[in-house]
């Protein structure tokens, strides 16, 4: 199974190409389209496929990958299916607003590229990350508190779609027991759902 999926525009193509290079380097294991998608071939399945089978998806953004309509599609499908994603900014550009919330790394400066936040981020997203959830839906009732409110805060500026009970008190984002982050969820289930990660941990999960 690959860990990372690189989402990025024909034109930066070199950049992707460093880029899994310095993952494979860390042990990182990569999909990366070098252009095998041929006309005619049905990428969005392939594209998917991939997707399905990574925990994190890169996006490198760029003047050209912003307005990229297979870039997109990318990055708004791993969203879909619940993946974390990491925008990469390359060059001043528009951001999606979809993407702005999210903490990017930046790239842009040369000489002076973030590659050990990069691997750090990927470990950290990959040691809590991710099985299929099996939760029932709760009763939907409207109430937020100031913990749901940072802890959307918190997934948001990740690029997370999910995360654990342990990791959001390590990060002391809240100090709840399993009984209070349940509570949680259920009085805010038209935000997130119970999740089941990496290791059986118990977790939260944007809707």
Same mark, same amino acid.
């Given at each position: 199974? $690959? &860990? #990372?999926?690189?989402?990025?525009?024909? =034109?930066?193509?070199?950049?992707?190409?460093?880029?899994?290079?310095?993952? &494979? =380097?860390?042990?990182?294991? #990569?999909?990366?389209?070098?252009? %095998?998608? @041929?006309?005619?071939?049905?990428? @969005? +399945? =392939?594209?998917? &496929?991939?997707?399905?089978?990574?925990?994190?998806?890169? #996006?490198?953004?760029?003047?050209?990958?912003? %307005?990229s309509a297979y870039v997109t599609y990318e990055w708004a %499908?791993?969203?879909?299916?619940?993946?974390?994603?990491?925008?990469?900014?390359?060059?001043?550009c528009d951001m999606h607003p979809k993407l702005e919330p999210i903490q990017y790394l930046d790239f842009s400066v040369p000489g002076n590229s973030p590659w050990e936040e990069l691997i750090k981020r990927i470990k950290e997203i990959e040691s809590d990350y991710e099985l299929p959830d099996n939760a029932i839906p709760l009763q939907q009732v409207n109430d937020t508190d100031?913990?749901?409110? %940072?802890?959307? =805060? $918190?997934?948001?500026? @990740?690029? $997370? +779609?999910?995360v654990s009970f342990e990791r959001l008190i390590e990060k002391n984002v809240c100090n709840l027991d399993n009984t209070g982050f349940i509570k949680l969820i259920k009085n805010n289930s038209h935000i997130f759902r119970k999740a089941k990660l990496k290791g059986n941990k118990a977790g939260i999960a944007k809707l």
């Open positions: 199974m $690959y &860990k #990372v999926f690189i989402s990025y525009s024909r =034109e930066d193509h070199h950049f992707a190409e460093l880029l899994q290079i310095k993952l &494979k =380097e860390n042990g990182i294991t #990569v999909w990366l389209d070098n252009g %095998s998608l @041929r006309a005619g071939n049905d990428w @969005r +399945q =392939e594209i998917d &496929k991939g997707i399905s089978e990574c925990s994190i998806v890169l #996006v490198a953004i760029s003047t050209t990958s912003s %307005s %499908s791993a969203m879909g299916h619940g993946k974390a994603v990491l925008p990469l900014k390359l060059s001043s100031q913990n749901a409110d %940072s802890i959307l =805060e $918190y997934l948001n500026q @990740r690029g $997370y +779609q999910m």
